[in-house]
């Protein structure tokens, strides 16, 4: 499970308890502006907040411009850059620029309950999906996975082909942003399917890597046949499969948005891991352990017949190279590396 909570979960409870509601989303971003495109603030009725759209520097006013749209069903456009007089007194003074969409979520307008339910529907069957939003019309549609679906607040007329080529281009890159074509610009708001993490070893670095990945919102498993060592105890925000690695990551459905890390020291339990994970399409795979044992294990993996190009695909020993020496330490520079491998294009 992820130590996050989703805005798009959290307008869904709010609106099916009554509450009013607004979904704050950056549009565009230039200079150092602390968060990406696409990155979402939920905001309730009461002035409550869910998620972020810049680390802290402009919530409060975004949250202001919320509470006077909520029930209104209507939108406001914010600008926000040291070129606006209110830089400093929104926080940008770095020198960063945002442009933020404010809508309001409810029955009167903006974005509706049945296209919410339907992004819900979606998100829940782990499906690649994008909230499109017309930005010259007001109009909102869903893409799932190649195909605009219908909702009450959907535009009539289907995407131009050079629209949808866009928007498709941009959901499969995980690339939330403005696309345009001709004179249509479209938000799009991607959800890819969850980020998910194998770790392979219950060992002391898998209880501290388990923990920051989860904060950075991964669904973390753990596996290891070994009852006494994988146990809730140690492990308790983590789902745990107590197979042997070779099925349970055969059995896992690896995709790209998946992470391997093997960790246990014991090749009976490593290597057949780390064979399920090249087969696969994981955008990681990481490996414990010294040079001397990492080249050992690819002679290993070289006879049973993973060429040259497949065992590149192995980061070992796993990590960026930053003089980790505790268990904790050695997590942060796996997870750094997981995620440079997922960021860094």
Not at 292 to 309: N, P, S, V
Request: aromatic content about 4%; proline content about 5%.
């Amino acid at each position: 499970m992820s130590g996050t909570i989703d805005p798009i979960d959290q307008l869904a409870t709010w609106r099916a308890n009554g509450r009013g509601a607004a979904l704050a989303t950056v549009v565009r971003t230039w200079g150092s502006s602390p968060r990406p495109a696409g990155s979402q603030l939920a905001i309730s009725d009461s002035g409550e907040m869910v998620g972020s759209v810049s680390g802290g520097c402009v919530e409060g006013a975004v949250v202001d411009a919320a509470l006077g749209l909520i029930g209104a069903g209507s939108r406001r456009m914010l600008d926000f850059g040291v070129t606006d007089e209110s830089a400093w007194s929104v926080g940008l003074s770095c020198g960063g620029q945002l442009e933020v969409l404010v809508e309001d979520v409810g029955p009167t307008g903006g974005i509706s309950g049945e296209l919410l339910a339907a992004l819900q529907e979606a998100r829940a069957e782990k499906k690649l999906t994008a909230l499109l939003t017309d930005l010259d019309r007001n109009t909102h549609a869903l893409w799932v996975e190649g195909r605009v679906i219908s909702v009450l607040d959907c535009a009539n007329e289907p995407l131009t082909p050079a629209l949808a080529v866009a928007v498709e281009e941009a959901s499969r890159a995980d690339r939330s942003g403005v696309v345009e074509s001709g004179p249509n610009r479209m938000l799009v708001r991607v959800f890819s399917p969850p980020l998910r993490l194998f770790i392979v070893g219950a060992v002391h670095i898998a209880q501290s890597l388990a923990n920051m990945a989860n904060e950075a919102g991964y669904r973390v498993t753990l596996i290891d046949p070994r009852e006494a060592w994988a146990t809730s105890e140690r492990f308790p925000r983590v789902e745990i499969d107590r197979r042997w690695p070779g099925p349970a990551l055969g059995a896992a459905g690896i995709d790209r948005r998946t992470a391997v890390v093997t960790l246990s020291h014991d090749p009976k339990i490593d290597e057949p891991a780390l064979g399920a994970a090249l087969r696969s399409e994981a955008f990681y795979v990481g490996a414990l352990g010294s040079r001397r044992t990492h080249q050992r294990r690819l002679d290993r993996l070289r006879e049973l017949g993973f060429d040259d190009a497949a065992l590149g695909r192995i980061c070992g020993p796993v990590g960026l190279d930053i003089g980790a020496e505790s268990p904790a330490e050695i997590a942060v520079s796996i997870l750094a590396q997981i995620t440079e491998r997922l960021r860094v294009r």
